[in-house]
C-alpha cells in the first residue's frame, strides 16, 4: 500500500485507452465500474478531441455482482460490435474487474464476432500507463501479425532492399499517440524530414493507423523506436520476428537529429546528411551562439520528465545551450537504465520517483534557475517561485498547443529554444522589477507572474492552516533558531535576484554553521560567497 | 408508472452509464472542512479519477489522497489491514493539524471486502481521541458523483452530540458566501438556531434530536435523512433552493416549521423574489423557448429543470437523472411541466440518439460527453460546474441562469466570416 495524492501516470488501462482512441477502427470493451468512465475526459477535456474515445464500459454495479457479470461483458462486447463495426476489438477489464475475474478477454475470444480479437491482461496493481499503452500496441500488432511471422532461419532481408525492389526506403513512426507530448506535430515534422532525406513513411501508429496499416509494418526498412515508452517493446518484437532494424535515437535537439539522420541513412545504405543541415535548417544554433544568449551560460536547470524528454532535454540543456543541469530524473522506472547513463554523463545522481513530493524537495534543494518538467513540476516551481517550461507527459489542456509546435526536429529545436528561454527573460524581467522597486515611479500592483512565490519562506510562517501554508518552504532556517540573520545582513540579501536568492541563503546558513557564527551580517555573506566561490 | 397524474412513465435504462463515481465529491467536501482528510483506499484509477475530476494540482500537499493497493495487499488481508495503519500512522504524523480522517472505500476495497469500519475503529483506539475516524464508500459500484457527499454525511451522524432543543438543520454542502446568506435572511425572520451539515469545521459539529428539522440543500443527502431521522430529527418538505421560487418555497417551509409569522417572511422575500425575478429577466429572454435536454449527472437535474422550465421558459425535452428518489423528490416532481419525460439510470448510446433526434439547443452533459457533442453541432453546459459554483439563493438565480445562457450567447457572438 503505497500513499498517492498525484500521480504522474494513470493506470495501465488508460494507456490501452489512449492505443485505441489513437487508432481509427479499433474499439476497446472495458469491464469497468461507471466511475472509470472518468476517463473519457482526459480526451474530450485535455486533448479536445472532438469525439468519445472508442471504449465501451461494462459499468457493472454492487448489484451485479452476485449475478452474472460474464453476461454482461458479454452483451457490452455484442454490442459494442454490433454498433461500431470495429476492424479490431481490444477486449480488457480495470483494477476492479481484475479482482472478480471473469476474463472478459476469453470470453470474447469465445464469441464469434468476425472481427480479430485482443485480449489484453493489463496487471493494474503493479504496473501503469505507459506500459500499458507499450503491451496494448504490441499485443495488437502481435495479435494482427502473429500469422505473417516468417520461419525461423527464414533469410532477413537487408535493409538496402528498396534499391533491389526499385522503389524509395520506407520506414514506421512508432510510438506517437494522444495524450503523448506534441506527437501530433511531432509527426508532421518528421514526415517532412525524411521526405526531404528521399525516405518514405510507411505506416505511422498507433496515431491516425488503422489495424490493416499495422498489417503493413513488416513492409518497412526500418522502424524509428520515436517514444520509447510506447513503441519499445514493438520495436524489439518486430526486429526480433521480422529482422526490421530499429533506430532508437530519439531526434529532440539538434544533436540528437543529426545523429538521427546519421543512423538512419547509414543503415538504409544512403547518401549521409551534410553536416551543414542543422545550420541551415533550424535557428537554435545560431540563436544558441548570438551574444544576447550569453547570459544563458550556466543557468541551473532541473530536469524532471518522462525518460524520453528527460533525456533529451538533458542533451539540448547542457550541449545546445550551454546550461548546467542540477537534478535530472524521470518518473518512467522501465526506462531507468537509460535516464542514469544520462545523468552519470553530466556527473549526477539520477532521481527515479513517481512521488511528486520527492521530486519537489530535490527541486528546491538543487535551487534551480529554470525547471524542465511534467504538470506536476510546473505547480511546484510555482510554488517555489522558479520559472517552468514543460517538456513532456502528463498534460493540462495548455500543453496542448493550437499551433504548430513540435519537439522533434530541426523545427522542434526552434521551438524548444523559444519555449525555455522565454520563461528565463521572463525570469531576467522579475530581476529588473526587483532592482526598480524602490523608485517613485514604481506601483505596487506591478506583480511577478509568479505571483508572489518568490518570499515563500515568509508566507509559510505567517498563513494559519490554508492553501497557503501547504507551500513548502524554499529555504528554511535550521531548527532551533540558533542562526539569527541581522538587519544588514537581511538588506543585502534582499539586492540578490529572487532567484538566487534562496541558494544565497542556504549557503551563507550553512557557512555560518560551520564557522559557528551565530549573526549573519552583510560581511558573513560576502564571506561566505568568497569561501563558495572557490 | 406515471410519478403524477401530469408526468408520462419514467424511461428507465440500464446500459453504460457515463457518470463519476462518489470519490468525485471530495473535490469539494476536503474545501469545506480544512481540518479534515479523505483517505481513498483503492487503485491508482480512483487517485488518476481525483486528479482527472480535480483538474489541476493546485496543492502541493492536498487534503485528500489514495492509499494504492498494491498485489501485496490483495494477496493477504491481513497484511492489508496492517499496512493501511502504518500509512494511516505516518499520514497523520505528518499532517498534525487534522481532526477528522475520513477512510473512503473504493471500487476495489469493497470487491475485497476490506473492512473500513472495523480499520476506523482500530484507528480510533490507538489514536485515543486526537483525530477522530470515520469511514463510508464512494465507489463507483454502489455510489454516484454527488451520492459520496451523502455517504460522508451519514458517516458523521453517529458522532453529533444529542439535544432535544429546536434547532433548523441545513443539510448538504453549500457555498460558504451563499450559507451565510442564507443564515442572516433566517436571522431576519428571526429564526436564530440554524446550523449546517457539513459544518465548516469537522469538529464542531452540530447537535441533533427531536426539536432538530432538517432543510435539505442539496437532493442527494437520501441516507444522511435517513440517518437524521433515526435520531428524532424531521423533515421539511421543501423544493431545493435553486432559483427564485425554489429558495422562496425552501426558506418558506423552514420558517413555516418554526412558525414564524408569514407576514414577517413576506417582508424579507418579497424584496429579494421581486430582484431576484428583475435579475432573471434579460436571462430569461435569452432562454425562453430554448430546448433543454438533460443527461444524468449530479442528481440536481430535476430541480435544474424546474428552475430552467418555470422561472426562464425553456422547454424540456428529456430530464435524466442517475437514480430517482420519490421521496426527496416529491416537491419539485409536482412543479414540472405536463408530458416531460423522466429518464432513471443510462445507456448512454442510446440516450445520445435520442439526443441526435430531438435536437435541442442546450445539452447539460457531464465532461466526457461536452466537447463531443459540441462537434456535433450542440450547445452543452458541463454539469460539474453546478457542484462548484454558488447557485444556491434568490440571489444567485441570475448568475445560475447566466452559466446556461453563456453557451447559447457565445454561439451567437462568434463569426468565422
Known amino acids: ?534 | 408508472m406515471a410519478l403524477t397524474s401530469s408526468l408520462p412513465p419514467v424511461l428507465r435504462e440500464s446500459g453504460q452509464r457515463e457518470v463519476f463515481c462518489g470519490l468525485t465529491s471530495i473535490v469539494w467536501l476536503h474545501r469545506r472542512m480544512p481540518d479534515a482528510f479523505f483517505l481513498v483506499v483503492g487503485s491508482r484509477t480512483c487517485a488518476h479519477l481525483i486528479q482527472s475530476a480535480a483538474g489541476v494540482m493546485i496543492f502541493a500537499e492536498p487534503r485528500f489522497g489514495t492509499a494504492i493497493l498494491g498485489e501485496r495487499d490483495l494477496a493477504g488481508l491481513a497484511d492489508a489491514n496492517e499496512e493501511l495503519d502504518r500509512l494511516v500512522g505516518d499520514l497523520l504524523a505528518r499532517r498534525p493539524e487534522i481532526r477528522t480522517l475520513f477512510l473512503v472505500g473504493s471500487c476495489p476495497s469493497e470487491v475485497i471486502k476490506l473492512d473500513l469500519a472495523k480499520a476506523a475503529e482500530r484507528i480510533n483506539t490507538r489514536m485515543q481521541g486526537r483525530v477522530r475516524v470515520v469511514n463510508y464508500s464512494g465507489s463507483g459500484i454502489e455510489t454516484t458523483f454527488t451520492q459520496g457527499e451523502d455517504g460522508a454525511l451519514t458517516s458523521l451522524v453517529p458522532l453529533l452530540p444529542s439535544s432535544p432543543e429546536p434547532q433548523l438543520l441545513i443539510v448538504g454542502t453549500l457555498a460558504d458566501g451563499v450559507e451565510e446568506r442564507f443564515l442572516s435572511l433566517f436571522a431576519r425572520m428571526g429564526l436564530e438556531a440554524v446550523r449546517t451539515l457539513p459544518p465548516r469545521q469537522s469538529t464542531d459539529l452540530p447537535p441533533v434530536g427531536p426539536g432538530t428539522r432538517l432543510l435539505l440543500a442539496q437532493p442527494f443527502v437520501a441516507d444522511t435523512v435517513r440517518a437524521l431521522e433515526r435520531r428524532g430529527a424531521q423533515r421539511i418538505a421543501a423544493p431545493y433552493p435553486l432559483g427564485v421560487e425554489g429558495s422562496c418555497a425552501w426558506m418558506a417551509a423552514a420558517a413555516a416549521a418554526f412558525g414564524i409569522d408569514p407576514e414577517r417572511v413576506a417582508a424579507v422575500l418579497d424584496p429579494l423574489a421581486e430582484r431576484g425575478r428583475r435579475a432573471l429577466e434579460p436571462l430569461r429572454r435569452k432562454l425562453e423557448g430554448k430546448r433543454l435536454f438533460l443527461l444524468p449527472d449530479s442528481q440536481l437535474e430535476i430541480p435544474l429543470a424546474r428552475f430552467l422550465h418555470r422561472e426562464c421558459g425553456m422547454e424540456l425535452v428529456e430530464v435524466g437523472t442517475p437514480y430517482l428518489d420519490r421521496q426527496l423528490m416529491a416537491e419539485e416532481l409536482p412543479l414540472l411541466p405536463e408530458g416531460t419525460q423522466l429518464s432513471e439510470g443510462q445507456d448512454v448510446e442510446k440516450q445520445l440518439e435520442r439526443v441526435r433526434a430531438s435536437r435541442p439547443d442546450l445539452v447539460v452533459c457531464g465532461m466526457g460527453l461536452a466537447n463531443p457533442l459540441e462537434a456535433e453541432g450542440f450547445a452543452t453546459k458541463w454539469s460539474i460546474e453546478l457542484v462548484f459554483s454558488p447557485i444556491h439563493g434568490c440571489d444567485q438565480a441570475a448568475d445560475l441562469a447566466e452559466l446556461f445562457a453563456r453557451p447559447l450567447n457565445r454561439r451567437e457572438l462568434l463569426q468565422w466570416n
Open chain 1, 1 to 534: 500500500m503505497e500513499l498517492t495524492l498525484w500521480t504522474y501516470e494513470g493506470p495501465p488501462h488508460v494507456g490501452a485507452m489512449r492505443i485505441a482512441a489513437s487508432m481509427e477502427g479499433v474499439h476497446y470493451v472495458l469491464h469497468a465500474p461507471q466511475g472509470d468512465t472518468y476517463a473519457d475526459l482526459l480526451f474530450t477535456m485535455i486533448e479536445r478531441r472532438d469525439r468519445r474515445p472508442p471504449v465501451t464500459y461494462t459499468t457493472f454495479q454492487a448489484r451485479d455482482l452476485g449475478g452474472d457479470t460474464a453476461e454482461l461483458v458479454k452483451r457490452s462486447i455484442q454490442q459494442a460490435v454490433d454498433r461500431f463495426k470495429p476492424e479490431a476489438l481490444l477486449v480488457g477489464e480495470s483494477c476492479t474487474a481484475e479482482l472478480i475475474q471473469d476474463q472478459p478477454g476469453s470470453l470474447a475470444c469465445g464469441m464469434d464476432l468476425g472481427v480479430p480479437v485482443v485480449s489484453l491482461e493489463l496487471p493494474a496493481y503493479s504496473k501503469k500507463e505507459n506500459w500499458g499503452a507499450a503491451e496494448t500496441l504490441y499485443q495488437l500488432c502481435r495479435g494482427l501479425l502473429k500469422s505473417q511471422v516468417p520461419a525461423p532461419g527464414t533469410a532477413r532481408p537487408g535493409s538496402g532492399r528498396w534499391k533491389d525492389e526499385n522503389r524509395r526506403p520506407r520506414v514506421n513512426l512508432l510510438g506517437p499517440s494522444l495524450l503523448g507530448f506534441r506527437c501530433r506535430d511531432d509527426v508532421r515534422e518528421l514526415r517532412g524530414l525524411l521526405a526531404d532525406h528521399g525516405i518514405d513513411v510507411n505506416v505511422v501508429a498507433p496515431l491516425g493507423a488503422r489495424p490493416a496499416d499495422l498489417i503493413r509494418l513488416p513492409q518497412a526498412d526500418a522502424n524509428l523506436c520515436l517514444y520509447p515508452e510506447v513503441a519499445g517493446p514493438l520495436c524489439s518484437w518486430l526486429e526480433r520476428n521480422f529482422g526490421t532494424p530499429v533506430v532508437r535515437t530519439v531526434p529532440i535537439g539538434i544533436g540528437a537529429t543529426a545523429q538521427f539522420l546519421r543512423e538512419l541513412c547509414t543503415l538504409l545504405e544512403l547518401e549521409p546528411p551534410e553536416l551543414r543541415e542543422a545550420d541551415q535548417r533550424s535557428r537554435l544554433p545560431w540563436y544558441s551562439k548570438s551574444v544576447d544568449s550569453t547570459y544563458l551560460t550556466g543557468k541551473r536547470v532541473f530536469i524532471f520528465a518522462d525518460a524520453t524528454h528527460a533525456i533529451a532535454a538533458a542533451r539540448i540543456a547542457s550541449r545546445e545551450l550551454g546550461f548546467t543541469v542540477v537534478g535530472l530524473g524521470s518518473y518512467s522506472r522501465e526506462q531507468a537504465r537509460e535516464v542514469r547513463a544520462a545523468a552519470k554523463e553530466l556527473g549526477l545522481e539520477a532521481l527515479i520517483s513517481d512521488d511528486y513530493l520527492e521530486v519537489e524537495q530535490a527541486m528546491a534543494h538543487a535551487a534551480p534557475e529554470l525547471v524542465l518538467g511534467t504538470q506536476m513540476e510546473r505547480h511546484s516551481a510555482k510554488r517555489l517561485g522558479i520559472p517552468c517550461a514543460v517538456i513532456s507527459a502528463p498534460l493540462h489542456v495548455q500543453d496542448v498547443p493550437a499551433r504548430y509546435a513540435p519537439q522533434m526536429g530541426w523545427e522542434g529545436a526552434n521551438v524548444i529554444f523559444d519555449s525555455w528561454v522565454h520563461p528565463l527573460m521572463m525570469g531576467l524581467e522579475e530581476h529588473l522589477i526587483g532592482m526598480f522597486r524602490h523608485d517613485f515611479e514604481f506601483v505596487d500592483g506591478h506583480l511577478s507572474h509568479l505571483g508572489g512565490a518568490s518570499a515563500p519562506a515568509a508566507q509559510t510562517m505567517a498563513a494559519p492552516v490554508d492553501e497557503v501554508a501547504e507551500v513548502t518552504p524554499l529555504s528554511a532556517t535550521p531548527e532551533g533558531g540558533a542562526l539569527r540573520w541581522t538587519a544588514s545582513g537581511e538588506a543585502e540579501l534582499s539586492r540578490i535576484p529572487f532567484f538566487v536568492r534562496g541558494k544565497v541563503r542556504r549557503n551563507t546558513e550553512a557557512y555560518a554553521n560551520e564557522r559557528g557564527v551565530a549573526e549573519i551580517t552583510e560581511e558573513t555573506l560576502y564571506e561566505a560567497k568568497a569561501h563558495f566561490s572557490r
